[in-house]
């Protein structure tokens, strides 16, 4: 549809009309008009799997890894297959559009929301990002690129202005945004916080660079509630306010038209892009319903089997790697990790999985019949309890696994009853005269002890247990974080006495009241084990094994939407454990279950280490296929992992106030680990396979144009017995410029296959956009003149090969 056929259906609408289309209908819908046959499409959450329009246990979804081991695969084909499985997922539950990929960067390694973001390196993501992108919309659903701009951490991140450089801003945190805009994203999330000085939905970023520089002719639409006020956003391009309906444009913004404050065209501009987006749905009458076709359950589950694998790191392995199923007696799989492992981050981005594979049963299932397997869960990690779901509890009238939730008026009386399978409800129905929310479960603890009981949510709230009150007070909201409000509320607990093989009758209440949202969870957790015996059981079952696998990693509490971490530590306790279980076996075999860095003291004491992320549905299989042999651990590092967070070169996300100044300029992530000559524990790009590889030559142009892009040819030889897989990654530096330079930057790379012994030549092409700068003054790129090392190697800090390339203006 042209602009004339749009501007001709915008001609039938009045200002009021036109104005409606710019918010929300709901939490989820864009409003609709008859007038033009325009109808309403469906937005969700989605960077690892499309959750749909509500937060129900009930309708489930596929389960991706995370976007860090997305990133960690440095495997564009596979993440750009990935693409259709959630734009499939989305059809199916009537979604048009998937607020992913997030395009924010790893910039200090206490960023809260790392799971959700690709790596460090502004390259690096924006290739991964424009693959999922490309992915998902071949399928007619779109893609969104959030948050912009420079949302990068968690704290006061809606009002934190982030202070950083024109020339960082585009080198570094608007590179990505453009990568995407290149591969033809339909919507752009504006984010939170505000940069420079001016918040995000009302940046001057959105008109330039993003249209009148990238082309770019989608949406764009608010973060939900990041709006702040009508006239700076109308002005600078934002397109639709979310959530609605209400939010501060409607009359507002009418009424300001109306008194010439704003341009008639402005308004008419944001229609146009939601009719264009429409129409690129297919979203005008008459429109037969969207097809939604079946997703085959063996696909979704190699396909998720496969990219697990693909991003799981191998950051050490002194030979134990992998392991012969047929060799062993007795395995010793050790950790709390590994019986509940988590597969996903938490915050907006969480689904209800169709199903969970943790790292235990998987390692069960490949050993069956083979050998056998012990468990023991050593220290517990710490956090808060779990969500009550079947595993402990029935539903008290029907006796089904599951709770009772049950809506009341403010004389308690029933409005809504219905069996729900977990006790997490964010989003209880809400009938008229709705005043309580309860759950009701009768608990089945299976060892006596001190349980920890609690609840999360807002306002009035108790929990009873046989009718007795054993938590209560009012507990007032302390934030307006939307994430906070409505899906992880705080949760208060108590100690509880139970005794295995009775059911007690708990009873957990809250009271609601106007704008401290509905959400209500129940946690329960056993009773935590003494440590030091959790310990010595740990160290008495690795020495009856023949190699021990330790799962380590962290919480919930420690990795979260809506707040950054303190530390980088995974905790005494769980250090202790795999201190013990590696002074117990000399082939101890670690693996790390988290989305973003932690420390390791105990790196070097253990005979193998393995990063799984957050592995998705399949990551218990998937670690299996690495472990056993079955599949090569395929991941890279996509950030570097500091062995101490002192060490980091960026640390801080705490604003000062209200202001947090990116003083490191360029130097993000393994740039400013090399600037700064420090070494950390592994190097972006770092990650083995079962493998070895020599690198032999490389070899290039020696003289290229300004403005042109080169590929440059590495030759490598497997060494190793095995065949196997080689990320060739490519790094320049400018020794000698004028203008100031990272010491190396990451520029390319390409992945290699080869059998033992065969040699393999990876070309990598290099864009001519990583030889240019931005130059503040003239407010343009440029590219200079002169020598351009180009180095070639496994990691940013291994780069064995050099060769140089003379860069000269054209004639």
Wanted: hydrophobic content about 40%; glycine content about 10%; overall charge neutral.
């Amino acid at each position: 549809m042209n602009d004339d056929e749009l501007d001709r259906l915008i001609d039938k609408l009045t200002l009021r009309a036109k104005v409606a289309l710019l918010t929300g209908a709901d939490t989820w819908r864009t409003a609709a008009e008859p007038a033009v046959e325009l109808r309403s499409w469906t937005m969700s959450d989605g960077p690892a799997g499309v959750r749909g329009p509500s937060w129900d246990e009930r309708h489930t979804a596929a389960l991706l890894p995370s976007a860090t081991a997305l990133a960690a695969t440095w495997d564009e084909q596979l993440v750009e297959r990935l693409g259709p499985l959630l734009a499939l997922e989305a059809r199916r539950k009537g979604v048009h559009a998937v607020l992913a990929p997030n395009l924010n960067l790893h910039r200090s390694p206490l960023g809260g929301r790392h799971f959700e973001c690709f790596s460090e390196d502004p390259e690096l993501t924006g290739r991964i990002g424009a693959a999922l992108v490309r992915g998902v919309q071949a399928h007619q659903v779109a893609a969104t690129a959030k948050h912009f701009v420079a949302n990068d951490s968690e704290t006061e991140r809606l009002t934190v202005d982030v202070r950083v450089g024109e020339r960082a801003l585009r080198e570094v945190y608007l590179a990505p945004f453009e990568a995407a805009v290149a591969a033809g994203v339909r919507l752009v999330m504006a984010g939170y916080n505000a940069v420079n000085g001016v918040t995000a939905t009302a940046s001057p970023l959105l008109r330039t660079p993003l249209r009148t520089e990238w082309g770019f002719d989608g949406v764009v639409v608010s973060d939900w509630g990041a709006v702040r006020a009508a006239r700076p956003a109308a002005h600078a391009g934002l397109d639709l306010v979310m959530p609605g309906p209400g939010g501060v444009w409607g009359e507002a913004l009418v009424r300001a038209v109306q008194a010439g404050d704003i341009a008639p065209h402005i308004v008419d501009e944001k229609v146009r892009n939601l009719l264009r987006q429409a129409h690129w749905f297919g979203g005008s009458r008459p429109a037969r319903a969207r097809a939604r076709p079946p997703l085959r359950p063996g696909w979704v589950r190699a396909l998720l089997r496969r990219a697990a694998a693909a991003g799981t790191v191998l950051l050490a392995n002194r030979g134990v790697l992998p392991l012969d199923r047929d060799g062993l007696a007795t395995v010793a799989v050790i950790g709390a990790h590994a019986a509940r492992t988590r597969t996903q981050s938490g915050g907006s981005a969480g689904v209800f999985p169709l199903r969970e594979v943790g790292f235990l049963d998987g390692i069960r299932a490949q050993l069956r019949g083979r050998a056998k397997m012990v468990h023991t869960p050593g220290p517990a990690p710490g956090g808060p309890p779990p969500p009550l779901d079947g595993t402990w509890c029935t539903d008290p009238d029907s006796g089904a696994p599951g709770v009772l939730l049950c809506v009341l008026d403010a004389a308690g009386r029933a409005l809504h009853t219905e069996h729900r399978d977990c006790a997490r409800q964010l989003e209880p129905p809400l009938p008229p005269d709705t005043h309580t929310v309860e759950i009701r479960a009768r608990l089945h603890p299976r060892e006596s002890g001190v349980w920890t009981l609690g609840i999360a949510g807002f306002g009035p709230m108790s929990l009873r247990l046989d009718g007795e009150l054993v938590l209560a007070g009012d507990f007032a909201l302390d934030t307006d974080d939307p994430a906070l409000v409505h899906v992880t509320p705080p949760l208060h607990s108590a100690a509880v006495p139970l005794t295995a093989g009775t059911a007690p009758l708990l009873v957990a209440r809250r009271e609601l009241a106007p704008g401290t949202g509905r959400a209500v969870v129940i946690g329960a957790a056993p009773p935590a084990p003494d440590e030091t015996t959790a310990l010595a059981a740990a160290g008495r079952a690795a020495s009856g094994a023949d190699v021990a696998i330790v799962v380590v990693g962290t919480t919930e509490h420690d990795e979260c939407e809506g707040r950054d971490r303190h530390h980088l530590a995974l905790g005494f306790g769980q250090d202790a454990l795999v201190r013990t279980v590696a002074a117990a076996n000399p082939h101890t075999v670690v693996v790390v279950n988290s989305g973003g860095p932690v420390e390791m003291p105990w790196r070097d004491d253990v005979a193998a280490l393995l990063l799984s992320w957050f592995p998705g549905q399949e990551g218990g299989t998937a670690l299996a296929d690495v472990l056993f042999g079955r599949t090569e651990p395929g991941g890279r590092l996509p950030t570097t992992w500091p062995a101490r967070l002192e060490d980091a070169p960026v640390i801080g996300t705490s604003p000062s106030g209200g202001r947090l100044t990116y003083t490191e300029g360029i130097h993000v992530g393994h740039r400013g680990w090399l600037r700064s000559h420090r070494t950390p524990a592994y190097w972006f790009g770092h990650g083995l396979g079962y493998t070895t590889w020599a690198y032999e030559e490389l070899t290039g142009p020696a003289t290229v144009r300004t403005g042109d892009s080169f590929t440059v040819r590495v030759r490598v030889r497997n060494t190793g017995t095995r065949a196997g897989r080689e990320v060739v990654q490519v790094y320049l530096a400018r020794p000698g410029a004028a203008v100031e330079y990272p010491e190396r930057w990451f520029a390319g790379h390409t992945a290699v296959y080869a059998p033992p012994g065969e040699v393999v030549t990876a070309r990598v092409r290099i864009p001519a956009r990583l030889l240019r700068h931005w130059d503040t003054r003239a407010g343009r790129w440029r590219t200079e003149p002169g020598t351009c090392r180009v180095f070639a190697g496994r990691s940013a800090g291994d780069v064995p090969l050099t060769s140089e390339v003379e860069l000269r203006t054209g004639e």
